[in-house]
């Protein structure tokens, strides 16, 4: 499931069998793929954001549970005025729809544990091509719904290419919270089950701190 808030939306926020794999891990462009039946995961992933003490531990478990997918987050973010937890839940369903191409839609809510204590909640549609045996492409439109700030579109686009078996990349350009942000990044299949994620982030605004991810995946029966 990829359907996350990046360290700088989050903060905003708070503030205020193919060689192709599902994008997931904490890549913000969701993909149009579900866990197997009986399947589970873990993602973990720090973010840290450059010339900034703003940093963030994610940990996500999900499961299959009949036509669609559960999950659970819990986040805790670090900056100059302290730390905040951020707990969520997401569900998502997807399916295939022919000739390469799939959909689904996915949901999740958050809040915090301060006041307010209700963050908001986003609505968002993936849409995946797989291009070739090598390449897929991932589309996003949805909307943020945040408490007591205006509501703002979600969308985006990524590539995501597989030229080895135990390598993947990504290059995704999404927009959350009324920002937009760019990502580029690399996945390293350490085993069959077990995905290791380095990314680097940053808005499109010259102005907008950029940040590095380090993310850990597994997948595995119930």
């Given at each position: 499931?990829?359907?996350?808030?990046?360290?700088?939306?989050?903060?905003?926020?708070?503030?205020?069998?193919?060689?192709?794999?599902?994008?997931?891990?904490?890549?913000?462009?969701?993909?149009?793929?579900?866990?197997?039946?009986?399947?589970?995961?873990?993602?973990?992933?720090?973010?840290?954001?450059?010339?900034?003490?703003?940093?963030?531990?994610?940990?996500?478990?999900?499961?299959?549970?009949?036509?669609?997918?559960?999950?659970?987050?819990?986040?805790?973010?670090?900056?100059?005025a302290g730390t905040t937890t951020v707990g969520?839940?997401?569900?998502?369903?997807?399916?295939?729809?022919?000739?390469?191409?799939?959909?689904?839609?996915?949901?999740?809510?958050?809040?915090?544990?301060?006041?307010?204590h209700e963050l908001g909640s986003s609505l968002?549609?993936?849409?995946?091509?797989?291009?070739?045996?090598?390449?897929?492409?991932?589309?996003?439109?949805?909307?943020?719904f945040r408490q007591h700030q205006p509501d703002?579109?979600?969308?985006?686009?990524?590539?995501?290419?597989?030229?080895?078996?135990?390598?993947?990349?990504?290059?995704?350009?999404?927009?959350?919270?009324?920002?937009?942000?760019?990502?580029?990044?690399?996945?390293?299949?350490?085993?069959?089950?077990?995905?290791?994620?380095?990314?680097?982030?940053?808005?499109?605004?010259?102005?907008?701190?950029?940040?590095?991810?380090?993310?850990?995946?597994?997948?595995?029966?119930?």
């Open positions: 499931m990829a359907h996350r808030l990046a360290l700088g939306t989050l903060a905003a926020l708070i503030a205020n069998a193919s060689p192709v794999q599902a994008a997931g891990g904490h890549h913000a462009v969701d993909d149009a793929a579900m866990l197997d039946p009986g399947q589970c995961q873990i993602e973990t992933w720090f973010d840290h954001e450059t010339g900034n003490a703003r940093t963030l531990l994610h940990a996500d478990p999900a499961c299959r549970i009949g036509g669609v997918e559960l999950g659970l987050s819990v986040d805790r973010v670090r900056d100059g969520g839940a997401q569900l998502k369903w997807a399916r295939e729809i022919g000739n390469g191409w799939s959909t689904g839609v996915a949901l999740a809510v958050a809040g915090q544990d301060h006041p307010p968002v549609v993936p849409v995946t091509w797989k291009a070739s045996e090598t390449a897929l492409i991932h589309l996003n439109a949805g909307r943020d703002s579109s979600h969308a985006g686009a990524a590539l995501e290419w597989a030229p080895l078996s135990a390598w993947s990349f990504v290059a995704e350009r999404f927009r959350e919270s009324g920002a937009n942000f760019w990502r580029t990044g690399a996945r390293w299949a350490l085993t069959p089950s077990t995905n290791v994620d380095l990314s680097r982030a940053r808005g499109l605004n010259d102005s907008a701190p950029a940040w590095w991810t380090l993310g850990l995946t597994r997948v595995f029966d119930r």
